[in-house]
């Protein structure tokens, strides 16, 4: 017990020296307001930073705190979009590849419609200080609308981001550690291109630099959407180890980033009372990144990834139980998944952007897979996003999406989406 003890105690000395030599305890929080783009890269997103990332990171429109070291800042968008189906996709809100309509797979058939919807606007609040060691920490807190289980009318709201940074050290719900923000297509669609690899989940995350470019993340997180069909079969998905993941990225002069993943997990039955429970173990890799052009800083992103029970972190898959099916015995059979996407963004002018964007993924199905139930699919947008205003974003897109079921049938589907947006 005394060896244990003092093995915390060296290890939390470690770590003080630590970050005594990595941050200078006369920092502060930057402040300047840097020159932004007035059509975000990144679709507004907020990427996590931890330690002298975050030092170095500029915190604008931010106040103090009084009484404390502690700064604090608002932001978010308000976002109205208004959509035009043609053919009758089964979510209103967003245009995911699983919810293109199939002639003949169960699903009834609708015909095309209209909906305007503010259901993405989104507010975060940041607040960051230093420590008298100069240790950075972090509160981030981020909130939208976008609770699809609820009616039309009632847009509640959805917890987005909530977690913690103190050093290197990342605690809390974000994307997850084999989420690429530099490979998330610029759509007004909030699918966002559909193949996107991973989610938000809750998670503890360290991270630090290999060298001035090169850069690695390790986590334990926890696999929010499991994916196990259980083919008529009494029991529910109950994992009891949580995923492990890691990453390496290669920051590039020319402010892109490549960016190598990958998972492994459980995935488990719990049958519950007389049935018979299965584990099994799912993996997957990932290679994605964003390249930038020329002095208009065009740019070209891109994502692939390939895995074993893999469905559930690719984001198209979400819902449709693709990672593994039961057999008749209660065994659990799991199936292998990919993933492609690409696509680019053109800075025609400081306040006009255009973008074309592609995605496809697809599963080798179980024999025990339902012939109905999804086997793969692709989308396509292209958009044309102008700033009149700073701060105030006009855009609109055309998509279309295909579905592959099981048996080979196949659907496509069209849309035509506007938005306007004000960012604060």
């Not at 199939?102 to 606007?121: F, I, K, T």
């Not at 696999?223 to 949580?242: T, Y």
């Not at 492994?264 to 099994?280: C, H, I, K, S, Y």
């Not at 139930?373 to 279309?400: A, D, R, T």
Request: charged share 20%; glycine share 12%.
């Amino acid at each position: 017990m005394l060896k244990k003890h003092l093995l915390v105690a060296l290890i939390l000395c470690g770590l003080q020296l630590t970050y005594a030599q990595d941050w200078n305890p006369q920092d502060s929080i930057k402040t300047v307001d840097k020159k932004q783009d007035r059509i975000d890269d990144f679709r507004d997103n907020v990427i996590a930073t931890t330690g002298q990332d975050l030092v170095d990171d500029t915190f604008p429109n931010s106040w103090p705190l009084f009484g404390t070291k502690a700064r604090m800042a608002i932001g978010g968008y308000v976002k109205l979009d208004y959509i035009q189906d043609f053919d009758g996709g089964y979510d209103r809100f967003q245009y995911e590849i699983q919810n293109v309509p199939v002639p003949g797979d169960g699903r009834p058939l609708q015909d095309g419609y209209m909906n305007m919807h503010a259901r993405e606007s989104r507010l975060n609040v940041d607040i960051r200080t230093l420590t008298e060691t100069g240790m950075p920490m972090r509160v981030f807190f981020e909130f939208d609308f976008y609770n699809l289980d609820r009616g039309p009318f009632n847009q509640t709201p959805r917890l987005r981001h909530f977690y913690g940074v103190v050093g290197r050290l990342l605690v809390g719900r974000t994307w997850g550690t084999q989420s690429d923000l530099y490979a998330v297509p610029s759509t007004i669609d909030f699918a966002a291109g559909d193949a996107l690899t991973g989610s938000r989940r809750a998670q503890i995350r360290f991270e630090d630099h290999i060298t001035d470019t090169y850069k690695y993340a390790v986590a334990v997180e926890m696999l929010e959407f499991p994916g196990i069909d259980p083919n008529g079969q009494v029991g529910k998905a109950s994992q009891i180890l949580p995923m492990v993941v890691g990453n390496v990225t290669k920051g590039l002069k020319d402010g892109g980033r490549l960016f190598l993943g990958a998972s492994v997990f459980q995935l488990r039955w719990d049958g519950e009372d007389d049935n018979p429970d299965d584990t099994a173990i799912g993996w997957g890799f990932s290679f994605s990144g964003r390249k930038y052009l020329g002095a208009k800083r065009h740019y070209f992103n891109w994502l692939s990834s390939y895995g074993q029970g893999w469905g559930s972190q690719i984001v198209a898959t979400v819902g449709t139980q693709a990672s593994a099916v039961l057999d008749p015995e209660g065994n659990l059979k799991t199936m292998p998944a990919w993933n492609l996407l690409g696509g680019f963004a053109f800075n025609i002018s400081p306040t006009l952007v255009t973008s074309v964007n592609t995605a496809w993924f697809g599963i080798d199905p179980s024999e025990f897979r339902d012939p109905n139930n999804l086997k793969g699919g692709g989308s396509g947008h292209v958009n044309l996003i102008w700033s009149p205003y700073k701060k105030v974003n006009m855009g609109v897109e055309f998509m279309m999406l295909k579905r592959t079921n099981v048996d080979g049938n196949s659907g496509t589907g069209k849309r035509l989406q506007f938005m306007v947006k004000y960012m604060f």
